[in-house]
T-cell receptor, first 111, second 117 residues
Framework: KQEVTQIPAALSVPEGENLVLNCSFTDSAIYNLQWFRQDPGKGLTSLLLIQSSQREQTSGRLNASLDKSSGRSTLYIAASQPGDSATYLCAVCNQGGKLIFGQGTELSVKP | GAVVSQHPSWVICKSGTSVKIECRSLDFQATTMFWYRQFPKQSLMLMATSNEGSKATYEQGVEKDKFLINHASLTLSTLTVTSAHPEDSSFYIC?????????????FGQGTRLTVV
């Protein structure tokens, strides 16, 4: 059974810092991995999608890496801003198109 | 990206009543939609896979008679919480893909906050 773990559960950093969020999964037989952002009481916004054959994806200040063999992914956020404060979720996709989510990392960027 | 819309965004209902939540794909057709549930400070748990024109596939432990799913068209799936009880209070979110394959991006609705009193 696929299990997805995110570390840390919460993170507080001063504005301008670079930071890394971690995601690990137990079963490497995935189709892709997706990172999402969730603001309090809101739905999910897709940030980056990495296919199983890819190593990384970049979008603006965000860079996500994937090491499928070791079951790990990281989300790197450069030059963090207060507007980046949210919960970040990673999810892996299996054959049926189902997403298995981690518990999320609650990020707070202090001005 | 593709747009998925949920309605209502929040609802309060009395214990014992039923509540219907709609999930629409606004600019694409979705043969498959997914329904998730999220408790406070917890992650999303998949409840069921909604298949257009056929019965939904429920995850283990999810009561199909309590959570009725209908996917009557390629742009609309509904989740009905029947005889709701306070323990059903949660955040319900749907998702869909504009291309019916696992290796594509999933888009999510804005979620529905259900409170049963």
């Amino acid at each position: 059974k696929q299990e997805v773990t995110q570390i840390p559960a919460a993170l507080s950093v001063p504005e301008g810092e670079n930071l890394v969020l971690n995601c690990s999964f137990t079963d490497s037989a995935i189709y892709n991995l997706q990172w999402f952002r969730q603001d309090p009481g809101k739905g999910l916004t897709s940030l980056l999608l990495i296919q199983s054959s890819q190593r990384e994806q970049t979008s603006g200040r965000l860079n996500a890496s994937l090491d499928k063999s070791s079951g790990r992914s990281t989300l790197y956020i450069a030059a963090s801003q207060p507007g980046d404060s949210a919960t970040y979720l990673c999810a892996v996709c299996n054959q049926g198109g189902k997403l298995i989510f981690g518990q999320g990392t609650e990020l707070s960027v202090k001005p | 990206g593709a747009v998925v819309s949920q309605h209502p965004s929040w609802v309060i209902c009395k214990s014992g009543t039923s509540v219907k939540i709609e999930c629409r794909s606004l600019d694409f057709q979705a043969t498959t939609m997914f329904w998730y549930r999220q408790f406070p400070k917890q992650s999303l748990m998949l409840m069921a896979t909604s298949n257009e024109g056929s019965k939904a596939t429920y995850e283990q432990g999810v009561e199909k008679d309590k959570f009725l799913i209908n996917h009557a068209s390629l742009t609309l799936s509904t989740l009905t919480v029947t005889s709701a009880h306070p323990e059903d209070s949660s955040f319900y979110i749907c998702s869909a893909r504009d291309i019916p394959a696992p290796n594509t991006e999933a888009f999510f609705g804005q979620g529905t906050r259900l409170t049963v009193v």
